[in-house]
């Protein structure tokens, strides 16, 4: 009843006004059309790749015949009822074996250079963070402060850990700070969304694991920060975060 007099009060309440049908209309739509543009795009790359493969084996003194031929179908009206079905086929298993290397190389390629592009644009990013680090002296000091703040509450809270892995009784306080920290669930994470903006782990990891202490002497600053970072992953974050 009371419901019942709520809406005669308000009608709008309950129901789906004109505009809100409109923009869920339109989210709709918008969702359909990526998907068809998904498809044709994935159909045109693969007929792109079919043409070029064809072009080798033509290259190589095969025919067209020996190449592909029509595609035969248990139902006639398959073609009509799903006209994005392909209408030919490869010729022999052999064939179709070798288009499909065909394309894992080409995948293979192409995934590469997505990786290469990643890692320089993830490079020029960080080149960019540490300019402003340089010439930014506010922000240099909140750099440091931060960076500080979590490297002693994480070495305080791995000496914990590493005592009671040791066999040794905890005092009261101190199994209080390893259940019960925040800082390892709000510590970042090596190359995550607060690491690829602010380079913050790099600062943590010079302070938990000091430059002279663990960089090789014929290793470089760039790969002693990598293998920090997977240490500082793998040895603090990981076991901090399961035990707390």
């Known amino acids: 009843k009371l419901i019942h007099l709520d809406l005669e009060e308000f009608p709008q309440r309950g129901t789906c006004s004109g505009l809100k049908a409109h923009k869920k209309f339109e989210r709709f739509?918008?969702?359909k059309m990526q998907i068809l543009e998904r498809r044709e795009k994935q159909a045109a790359d693969r007929q792109e790749r079919i043409r070029r493969f064809c072009n080798i084996l033509e290259a190589e003194g095969l025919q067209p015949a020996e190449i592909r031929r029509p595609r035969s179908f248990h139902d006639e009206k398959v073609p009509?009822?799903?006209p994005w079905i392909e209408k030919e086929e490869w010729a022999s298993e052999d064939i179709k074996a070798r288009f499909r290397v065909f394309c894992e190389e080409l995948d293979q390629a192409r995934n590469q250079k997505i990786h290469e592009e990643v890692k320089q644009s993830r490079k020029m990013q960080?080149?960019?963070v540490r300019e402003k680090y340089d010439t930014d002296q506010e922000l240099a000091?909140?750099?440091?402060?931060?960076?500080?703040?979590f490297a002693v509450a994480l070495r305080d809270l791995r000496k914990i850990m590493q005592k009671q892995k040791n066999g040794h009784e905890l005092l009261r306080e101190e199994q209080l700070k390893l259940n019960g920290s925040l800082y390892p669930k709000w510590a970042p994470t090596k190359d995550g969304m607060h690491d690829k903006k602010t380079?913050?782990?790099r600062g943590i990891?010079?302070?938990?694991?000091?430059?002279?202490?663990?960089?090789?002497?014929?290793g470089t600053y760039d790969d002693y920060i990598s293998f920090?970072?997977?240490k500082y992953r793998t040895?603090?974050?990981t076991p901090l975060r399961r035990q707390t």
């Open 235 to 237: 040895e603090v974050l």
């Open 228 to 230: 920090m970072k997977d």
């Open 29 to 31: 739509r918008k969702r």
């Open 80 to 82: 009509q009822r799903m």
């Open 141 to 149: 000091e909140l750099y440091v402060t931060v960076a500080e703040v």
């Open 205 to 218: 990891v010079e302070r938990i694991f000091p430059e002279e202490d663990f960089r090789l002497p014929e």
């Open 199 to 201: 380079d913050i782990v």
């Open 126 to 128: 960080l080149e960019q």
